[in-house]
């Protein structure tokens, strides 16, 4: 089993649904970071959270410590929210090079 | 400048080539770090340095050669690949070692034919 599981895999959308991508971990962690991929193209950190709930624009991420789960929601999604979003987590203790990646959920909005 | 700029960004190389993959950030970050990413996976840690020194070498074989001259720079010196080496290399860079936010550049795509 992954250390960190992300759903769906895949995510279909109409312009202006509510998207929620879900991330659950095995690890005692320090932080999470929630990543967007464009295709070809680099990471963008989008959030890092170590408790609760922080907000920027149309995105909202969230994370409950005792059940080892975190939330990425987009509410109005645009087809430029297509991209491949990763949760990645700092396991307790370690080194921020030792990320532990989702696989990444593939968003397309289309229009 | 919260960027972390690479270059080249795209690199097509034979077997036999030498090239170096360049990494650079002004934002006064003291770690920085090498990731390899094939399609469809999640990137790799190959290499971290924190404060210009190397910390981290996750078995990355020898024809990958990296070098920090300063806390702004990171290069990644190529030698001897193979074509299974083809893939997105990812640069990032975080305050210091730990618990702080990366920031990750936009990725050289390298072609080894």
């Known amino acids: 089993k992954n250390e960190v599981e992300q759903s769906p895999q895949n995510l279909t959308a109409q312009e202006g649904e509510f998207i929620t991508i879900n991330c659950s971990y095995s690890?005692?962690?320090?932080?999470l970071h929630w990543l967007q991929q464009h295709p070809g193209g680099g990471i963008v950190s989008l959030f890092m959270?170590?408790?609760g709930k922080k907000k920027h624009g149309r995105l909202i991420a969230t994370i409950n410590i005792q059940e080892k789960h975190s939330s990425l929601h987009i509410t109005a999604s645009h087809p430029r929210d297509s991209a491949v979003y990763i949760c990645?987590?700092?396991?307790?203790?370690?080194?921020?090079?030792?990320?532990?990646f989702g696989k990444g959920t593939k968003l397309s909005v289309k229009p | 400048d919260t960027e972390v700029t690479q270059t080249p960004k795209h690199l097509v190389m034979g077997m036999t080539n030498k090239k170096s993959l360049k990494c650079e950030q002004h934002?006064?970050?003291?770690?920085m770090y090498w990731y390899k990413q094939k399609a469809k996976k999640p990137p790799e840690l190959m290499f971290v340095?924190?404060?210009?020194?190397?910390?981290i070498n996750e078995s990355v074989p020898s024809r990958f050669s990296p070098e920090c001259p300063n806390s702004s720079l990171l290069n990644l010196h190529l030698h001897a690949l193979q074509p299974e080496d083809s893939a997105l290399y990812l640069c990032?860079?975080?305050?210091?070692?730990?618990?702080?936010?990366?920031?990750f550049g936009q990725g050289t795509r390298l072609t080894v034919v």
């Open positions: 990032a860079s975080s305050s210091r070692e730990g618990w702080t936010e990366a920031f």
């Open positions: 690890v005692g962690i320090s932080a």
């Open positions: 959270l170590s408790s």
């Open positions: 990645a987590v700092m396991n307790y203790g370690g080194s921020q090079g030792n990320l532990i």
């Open positions: 934002m006064g970050h003291r770690a």
């Open positions: 340095y924190s404060y210009e020194k190397l910390s």
